[in-house]
């Protein structure tokens, strides 16, 4: 089964980095969409940066520009490079890999644990 690991996460002052990592076991990285992911309390899962096989990117509008979605094929691992941090980017952050279904792509395995980023002064 796949194993997903998230690390990384802080609390942080607004306009500060982070940078958040995706430990993955049971499947490459490389060879397959991957994606991060943020929950808050009441709200649904929002997908946020995926990078396909092909090592395409693609951002939601919230965060374009501010962050950044890379992997590294030979630790197997996805990293979410998070600049300019807003106190609305505050949640728990996570990482799965992706399948398009339609024009849409889904989460493909269980949940790992995530990592919880706050952003506050």
């Known amino acids: 089964q796949v194993q997903l690991v998230e690390s990384g996460g802080n609390s942080v002052q607004p306009g500060g980095s982070l940078r958040l990592s995706c430990a993955v076991r049971g499947i490459s990285v490389g060879s397959n969409a991957m994606g991060w992911y943020r929950q808050t309390p009441g709200k649904q899962r929002e997908l946020l940066a995926r990078?396909?096989?092909?090592?395409?990117?693609v951002y939601a509008d919230s965060v374009r520009g501010r962050f950044t979605i890379t992997r590294d094929n030979t630790k197997n691992t996805v990293y979410l490079q998070m600049n300019s941090l807003k106190p609305e980017d505050t949640a728990v952050y996570y990482c799965?890999?992706?399948?398009?279904?339609?024009?849409?792509?889904?989460?493909?395995?269980?949940w790992g644990q995530g990592t919880q980023v706050t952003v506050s002064s």
């Open positions: 990078i396909t096989s092909g090592g395409i990117t």
């Open positions: 799965n890999g992706l399948n398009k279904r339609g024009n849409l792509w889904y989460p493909d395995h269980s």
